[in-house]
Structures are given as structure tokens and as C-alpha cells.
């Protein structure tokens, strides 16, 4: 998105690797399902079961309540495989494969069929609502369509294919993803088991960076850093939780104001929604070389980390916004009053997509499509700010991904 201009070079993209083994969930001889989502309950003991830990849940307790059969496992349809048998009438063949589309090796290796005296057998997964295309081998030479089977299609060198019409099942398979090239760092995401690091309330590594806004205690700053949970990381503490990823609070520079909450209360910009300068990082967390160290020691513990970012609104004191105000919605509702969400404008429809949050959140106008204009300003930085491209808001947190 041009409009947010240089944000952290650390925010670089992850490549999602699809060569890793399959998942425990992708059969349903091992499907596994997640931890109870009831409240903790202290007076229950400290065992649990699942993920986080390593361990599995018994499928039979968490699958069909009236059989106890663990669910289907979870994939694109893309990865879905049948389980279809193909048969053939023993008539003295030494050997019968059938050769076919039905996986990537299928027209060179096939799948061996078995006799039982009197029939071929063998059952293959074959592709979710997918029509096969395949032949039978016989005696490893001689190729023919299936007898069983009238639907044919031409197999372009002057004979005939049969044809397995497009299917689905109840039960299915997921089938690994793969890459022709295997990715150096190679991550599939359904493996990751994130905690989520709200950075000012987990650990105080550096009390160099601590400054409070003045509000009450329970708004205010906390101290928590980049430095404690580097040391946090360094300790093995995500390591013994069995976590590979971490998702970190917003990163970017936010005002030192304090803002007005809809209880009436003063809160400070502790949980990183208030930035004023997309290029910078958060003073009360640590420097950019910090940030970088952080990520440095989650990947030797083999972590991922992921930076929370919503990119919907900047704050009032943001020299964005004072250098560039049509880049943002105005505060209008065009009836006299503003358009903060839920007051002068509504949460839906049109108007959620224009409605400042509060109104010290001034709102990206996402439908500027406009080139930039002479209005953007060079910052300390040197760099220059482009105006906003993007054809869509967003009202969600937008993370990006370190590998």
C-alpha cells in the first residue's frame, strides 16, 4: 500500500514453504483435535493436554458424540483424496497396474494390483471432484481402457482413455503440499502454535525506556520491552510452552498524549493503536536494533515472529495527517456532526468505512486513488511519504511475517 510508506524494513514477507511432512490432522487415522476452550479452572489441577504442550487429545472423546469417531481432517479441496478401488477380472495375467492422472507419478508408476484368484484389486486416492483419466497395464506392456468402465475419452495418439467421473466422499484424505523446489526455511502455517506477546504488559528487560503518560496505573505504561522478551526467548521460556511463533504488538512510534476511552477514563497508547510515526519505532519498546536482536534470537530458537499492525487510522498528531489530510476520511457526518463510529456515523454499511474510530484517530481514505501530491513532506528521515493507492479499507489488524 503506497500510503504507508517505509514502514520497519524488519517487516519483511514470509515465503510459506509446502514441502513439509503432512500434519498430524491430515488422516483421520490421526486426526487430533484442539484443547478444550472452557475457562481454566484452577481448582482443576495444572495438567493439560493439547498443543501447547505437545500432547495429543484423545480423538474418541472430541470426535462424534454417538460413535466416537474422530472428525475429518481439515484441507483445501485441492488436497482432498477419495479412496475408489479399482477391479479387474483375474483371467491369468501375471501382472495388472492401473496408470493414470490420479497422482503425479500415476502415468509412469501407477498403482499395483492385487489377485485374489479371481479379481484385480487395489484401491487408490484419487482427487477431489476431479475427473481421472487412466488406463490398465497388463503384464507391464499392454495398455488398455478399463472394460468395466464405457466412459472413454481419446487419448490423442489414436486409442482411448477411461474416464473416472468427478467424485466426493464423506471421508477423505489430505494429501501433503509440495513444491517442485524445496524452500530453504520451509514453514506451513497450520503448524504454528502462536502466543500472542502484548509487549508493554509481558516482560521489563530495559527500565532505560520507561516513561508513564500520567494516567492511572492500570492505563499507563508498564514496561514491558523488546529486551525482556528477547530475554524471555533466550531463557527457553517459549521453547518449554512448545510455541514456535510470536506475535508482537504494533512496532511503530505511537503519541506520548493521552486519549479519552468511551468508560471516561485516560488511557495511554500502550497497546500500539495510536501511531504517529509509521517510520519509527516505539521509544517505550527499544530500537530498531533491538526489534532486529529479538527476531535474531526467535529464529535460533527456531520461532516465528509476526508483527500486529492495523493499518486503518494514524493519530490526530501524526505529521502524516497535518501534511496529507486527503488521505483520510474527514469527520463529518455531512449532517453537521462527526462521523466517529457508533456517534454521528454508524458502524455499518458505508458509513463503517469512513467513521473514525475516535476522534483523535483520524481514518485512511482507502477509495484515494490518487497520484501523489505536492502536499507530502520530507521527513528527518529522508524519506518522502507517496500518497495512498489502496482500493479497500480495513478495519482489522493487518500482521506481516518474519521467517
Not at 176 to 181: K, Q
Request: charged content about 20%; aromatic content about 10%; hydrophobic content about 30%.
Amino acid at each position: 500500500m503506497a500510503r504507508l510508506y517505509r514502514i520497519l524494513p524488519v517487516l519483511s514477507t514470509l515465503l510459506v514453504g509446502c514441502t513439509d511432512p503432512p500434519l498430524e490432522s491430515e488422516t483421520t487415522a490421526t486426526a487430533t483435535m484442539p484443547p478444550s476452550t472452557m475457562p481454566y479452572d484452577p481448582s482443576m489441577g495444572g495438567g493439560v493436554t493439547g498443543y501447547a504442550t505437545g500432547g495429543q487429545v484423545d480423538p474418541t472423546t472430541e470426535g462424534d458424540p454417538t460413535t466416537g469417531e474422530p472428525p475429518p481432517p481439515m484441507c483445501d479441496d485441492a488436497l482432498k483424496r477419495c479412496a475408489y478401488e479399482f477391479t479387474y477380472p483375474d483371467m491369468g495375467e501375471t501382472s495388472v497396474d492401473v496408470m493414470g492422472s490420479f497422482s503425479a507419478d500415476g502415468w509412469t508408476t501407477g498403482a499395483a494390483m492385487t489377485s485374489d484368484g479371481n479379481t484385480w484389486r487395489v484401491t487408490v486416492p484419487v482427487p477431489w471432484d476431479t475427473a481421472v483419466q487412466y488406463k490398465l497395464r497388463i503384464d507391464g506392456t499392454e495398455w488398455i481402457p478399463d472394460p468395466n468402465n464405457p466412459d472413454q475419452v481419446d487419448d490423442g495418439f489414436g486409442g482411448v482413455n477411461s474416464v473416472l467421473q468427478p467424485m466426493t466422499c464423506e471421508e477423505f484424505t489430505c494429501e501433503a503440499p509440495s513444491c517442485a523446489v524445496e524452500q530453504e526455511g520451509a514453514f506451513d502455517w497450520r503448524d504454528a502454535i502462536i502466543y500472542f506477546v502484548f509487549v508493554d504488559r509481558f516482560n521489563n528487560g530495559d527500565p532505560g525506556n520507561d516513561a508513564l503518560t500520567g494516567v492511572e496505573t492500570a492505563a499507563d505504561w508498564q514496561g514491558g520491552d523488546w529486551a525482556g522478551v528477547t530475554a524471555k526467548i533466550e531463557d527457553g521460556y517459549f521453547n518449554e510452552l512448545g510455541v514456535n511463533t510470536l506475535w508482537l504488538t504494533v512496532p511503530m512510534n505511537n503519541t506520548s498524549d493521552d486519549g479519552l476511552g468511551t468508560d471516561g477514563h485516560l488511557y495511554s497508547a500502550y497497546h500500539g493503536y495510536w501511531p504517529t510515526d509509521l517510520t519509527q519505532t516505539e521509544e517505550h519498546f527499544g530500537t530498531l536494533a533491538e526489534l532486529q536482536a529479538l527476531v535474531t534470537a526467535a529464529h535460533a530458537a527456531d520461532i516465528k515472529v509476526i508483527l500486529d499492525y492495523a493499518m486503518n487510522h494514524v493519530h490526530v498528531s501524526a505529521p502524516v495527517y497535518a501534511d496529507n489530510p486527503d488521505w483520510f476520511n474527514p469527520n463529518d457526518n455531512g449532517n453537521g456532526g462527526d462521523c466517529v463510529c457508533g456517534a454521528g456515523c454508524s458502524w455499518d454499511g458505508a458509513d463503517g468505512e469512513r467513521c473514525w474510530f475516535t476522534d483523535y484517530l483520524p481514518d485512511f481514505d482507502f477509495s484515494n486513488q490518487g497520484p501523489a501530491t505536492t502536499r507530502s513532506t520530507t521527513r528527518s528521515s529522508g524519506s518522502r511519504t507517496p500518497a495512498p493507492t489502496a482500493s479497500a479499507s480495513t478495519r482489522s489488524s493487518t500482521s506481516r511475517w518474519s521467517g
